[in-house]
């Protein structure tokens, strides 16, 4: 297990990159726009557990094997690719609901989705391999354990800063959410994630 300072040095740099914008964190301002606040926090926790799954590749070594095989990484960057467009798309086909109408989508539904968006982002397992093992200490016990302890910590507090931004994105588009423009944005907020993932550069 990390030792208490190195943890107190690596909770400040996780703070730091959960508070700067990223693809998790409009993918969860976009399920709150949608569905409500609900979905915008469970959409929090689905990246959270997709997080988890990479710490966990991480710690196993499988983020390795997408750094080495050019291939893998484009298998699952495409697989992200076309799960966010179709989200997107999907966005735009919905009808506008009626007023008192239950959220389009449900929490789980939208859990799930966070944790497949986070699973097809290979940044993500990169990320890992870059950052975490500047922390790694062989004394203080198991690889393995060492990565999943810094994961959670940094999973932990991504979770909170994007359940706060889906749920507040949640009450502010609940008040308008018979309006296109707010079906188009978030439909257009995927489909941008989509293209960022796409024209991104290892």
């Known amino acids: 297990m990390p030792d208490a300072q190195t943890l107190l040095i690596f909770v400040p740099v996780a703070l730091a990159l959960n508070l700067t914008p990223g693809a998790d964190m409009l993918f969860c301002l976009g399920q709150g726009m949608r569905s409500g606040p609900r979905a915008g926090i469970a ?12 710490a966990l590749a991480a710690g196993l070594g499988l983020a390795a094997l997408l750094e080495a095989y050019p291939l893998a990484f484009e298998a699952v ?22 007023a008192g109408a239950a959220p389009r989508f449900s929490a789980g539904r939208a859990l799930r989705e966070g944790a497949l968006v986070c699973l097809f982002n290979p940044k993500v397992a990169i990320f890992m391999l870059a950052l975490v093992p500047q922390f790694i200490r062989p004394e ?45 944005g978030s439909g257009g907020l995927f489909l941008g994630l989509a293209a960022g993932l796409a024209l991104e550069r290892r």
């Open 140 to 184: 203080a016990g198991p690889v393995l354990g060492q990565f999943l302890v810094f994961g959670s910590v940094l999973m932990a507090g991504g979770a909170v800063v994007n359940a706060l931004v889906g749920g507040f994105a949640g009450r502010l588009g609940r008040g308008f959410a018979r309006a296109r423009a707010v079906r188009w």
């Open 43 to 54: 959409a929090a926790l689905g990246v959270a557990v997709g997080g988890m799954a990479h």
């Open 77 to 98: 960057r495409w697989a992200g690719v076309a799960y966010l467009a179709w989200i997107g798309v999907q966005a735009f086909r919905a009808p506008a609901p009626q």
